[in-house]
């Protein structure tokens, strides 16, 4: 107890919390807390902006989303990291996308190759992810093959969650494929459409705004991500359905009680910032 309060404070310096701190500088600060008082085994932070592509990673900010806000630099996060007996890596892959295959089968007539295809071509494309995690979990990075479901796993994300952002997903090219068929121009061809003009439409067409219910769907995942912070404000994932419906014992309740705990454990102030504004969600 006392150890943790004197890491909270050393940690509130280092990264000038009480001057011009932020909701990242604050997340980040209990994530390596959490860290190095055994509540995690890994935390991640998506590269968004862009930022952490090059040689220099190193001297690159996790911005701060507040004006005259505190960055933070990846060079001291990783000393800070290092000094707790953690790694800091970057990981960059093309790591697969996932589909829920059972689903998409059940209401479009496709077999696993096409799937498999259209999780392939449409890849994470690279982009960077700062990993802070055990040294003996640094291994577990380079075997991942899909963009979701290992990191989730990592993260220590209940599956049920997991699942649910896969199905969201999912449900996104269900639609796309519905659409297809809908609105491919048989009659002008005169042919009837190929596995090969289903792929290639879906690739275009993922993430449009003009395929049938796409706007809808936006909003019950914006929706759901919003009950998430509102009634878990103190997780790093995004809660499903089941999991917001049972905030007293779900998997996702479980795990915002033990970081609330662990926050109220380190300081008051923290405890009410995260309680009201919510952590910072990133992956
Ligand atoms: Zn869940």
């Known amino acids: 107890m006392a150890y943790l309060t004197s890491d909270f404070e050393t ?4 990264f000038d ?3 011009s701190g932020t909701k990242a500088s604050a997340t980040m600060i209990f994530q390596l807390l959490l860290l190095k008082h055994g509540r995690r085994n890994a935390f991640a932070w998506y590269d968004h902006e862009n930022c952490f592509g090059g040689d220099d990673w190193l001297n690159c900010e996790i911005q701060s989303t507040i004006h005259n806000g505190n960055s933070i630099r990846l060079e001291e996060l990783k000393e800070v990291a290092e000094s707790f007996g953690f790694s800091l890596i970057r990981e960059r892959k093309r790591l697969k996308m996932e589909f829920n295959h059972e689903m998409i089968k059940k209401e479009v007539s496709v077999d696993d190759t096409i799937i498999q295809n259209l999780e392939d071509e449409m890849d994470s494309g690279g982009t960077a992810t700062i990993w802070i ?3 003996e979990l640094v291994p577990n990075i380079a075997a991942f093959t899909g963009a979701n479901i290992p990191r989730g796993v990592l993260l220590e994300y209940p599956y049920c969650c997991i699942s649910n952002f896969v199905n969201q997903k999912t449900q996104l090219l269900v639609d796309c494929m519905k659409e297809f068929y809908l609105s491919f121009p048989t009659n002008t061809l005169n042919r009837d459409p190929t596995d090969q003009d289903l792929k ?7 993430h449009n705004e003009n395929v049938l219910d796409y706007e809808m769907r936006k909003k019950a995942f914006e929706k759901l991500a919003e009950d998430s912070r509102k009634i878990f404000p103190f997780i790093s994932h995004h809660a499903c359905k089941n999991c917001i419906d049972d905030p007293q014992s779900s998997p996702s309740a479980k795990l915002n009680k033990t970081y609330a705990d662990f926050a109220g454990q380190i300081n008051d102030n923290l405890f009410n910032f995260f309680n009201e504004n919510g952590i910072m969600t990133n992956l």
């Open 11 to 14: 940690l509130a310096k280092t």
């Open 17 to 19: 919390l009480e001057t």
């Open 133 to 135: 995690l055990k040294k």
């Open 200 to 206: 290639a439409y879906c690739f275009e067409n993922y």
